[in-house]
């Protein structure tokens, strides 16, 4: 592609989605005495763009969210994305990232709902239920001993076990109100959940080829071990459809933990009147996977739906690399990623064993 025809589509992008820019103005402007046309040149782009409030950082993070939306991006490699624009440019709209993220990933999971069938999500379910019992309180329990070793503040190490042995982000901000831990504790348990997250991400799927794990253990392996609900959904989205299936429904009925590990925290601490954070969004995947199990005419448009999930899963986890700055991760500090990763490598080693030598 040339520099004309990459000039021709920046105007026509920008007269399509980018108000107070005229293209036919900007073309009658570029003709030349010749009569040929020469339809953008850098400083007439430069000109258009400011006039309209785009920035080159906006511009660049915007073309790179598009390219995220094709199928031609996979869930790891758009997380890398945007930890390059986290790093190098920065997020242009960070102040949105969290919530339209936290909207995103639920809309993606309940969406993922129809491609599953009832009996198969109840399968999945049983059969992680006394593992997801016994991990999470086990996580509980080693993450707040290696807090204490490390003379962690207890409410960081505690979001920061409770992340790690629920669901990453959505448990630290549901029990975060609960034991009333200010905005600075809640920063660092979910920079230090956020790091190694992306490490899973593609970590995981690289382990389970090398062990030649199924797609039951590994999804079953993703969900028992991974933190946040993205990066399971992603890791086995890239291993294979039976491995979503399991490890988004193991990972559901782990979320649901929440609410019990709320209670519970809440008695730690000694905290009253905290309000919990109920997950609801799981019960509108539940619901999801009931119709396309039970009315026929769903299945007609599943699979544009799943398509659609899927695309919005690895455009979230961009959106998440894009929040993670080398400043994030500067004011997390040393000892609260020791103390994730210790928990994380006790708790992914343990489940491994487990599913492999006795499931």
Not at 65 to 90: D, E, W
Not at 129 to 138: D, K, M, P
Not at 317 to 345: A, E, N, R, Y
Request: glycine residues 8%; proline residues 3%.
């Amino acid at each position: 592609m040339n520099i004309t025809s990459i000039d021709f589509f920046a105007g026509a992008l920008c007269s399509t989605f980018v108000p107070g820019m005229n293209t036919s103005k900007m073309e009658k402007d570029k003709l030349t005495q010749n009569g040929r046309r020469t339809f953008l040149d850098k400083s007439l782009v430069r000109t258009k763009f400011s006039r309209a409030g785009i920035t080159t950082r906006q511009l660049i993070f915007l073309l790179a969210l598009v390219f995220c939306v094709s199928p031609l991006i996979s869930p790891p490699v758009a997380l890398l994305l945007g930890l390059v624009i986290a790093q190098f440019i920065g997020h242009p709209y960070l102040h949105l990232n969290h919530k339209v993220t936290h909207i995103l990933l639920q809309a993606s999971v309940v969406g993922l709902g129809f491609n599953m069938n009832v009996t198969t999500a109840l399968d999945a379910g049983k059969d992680g239920f006394l593992l997801t019992v016994a991990s999470i309180f086990g996580t509980l329990i080693v993450g707040i001993l290696i807090g204490r070793i490390f003379k962690i503040n207890a409410k960081t190490g505690y979001l920061i076990a409770a992340g790690t042995a629920i669901c990453g982000g959505s448990a630290i901000a549901a029990i975060s109100p609960v034991i009333k831990a200010d905005e600075k504790q809640i920063s660092v348990a979910l920079g230090t959940i956020f790091i190694l997250n992306a490490s899973a991400l593609v970590l995981f799927p690289l382990v389970g080829h090398y062990l030649s794990l199924d797609q039951t253990r590994f999804g079953l392996w993703c969900a028992l071990a991974i933190h946040d609900t993205s990066s399971v959904v992603g890791a086995a989205t890239k291993y294979g459809n039976e491995a979503l299936e399991i490890a988004a429904t193991v990972k559901l009925v782990r979320a649901l933990w929440i609410i019990p590990v709320a209670f519970f925290s809440m008695l730690i601490f000694k905290n009253k009147g905290g309000r919990i954070k109920v997950p609801y969004f799981i019960g509108f995947f539940v619901a999801a996977i009931c119709l396309n199990t039970h009315v026929p005419a769903m299945q007609n448009i599943s699979n544009a739906i799943v398509t659609i999930s899927k695309g919005a899963l690895t455009v979230t986890l961009f959106l998440i690399g894009c929040g993670l700055s080398g400043k994030t991760v500067m004011s997390v500090g040393w000892k609260p990623v020791v103390q994730g990763l210790i928990l994380w490598l006790i708790i992914s080693m343990a489940t491994l064993v487990t599913i492999v030598y006795l499931h």
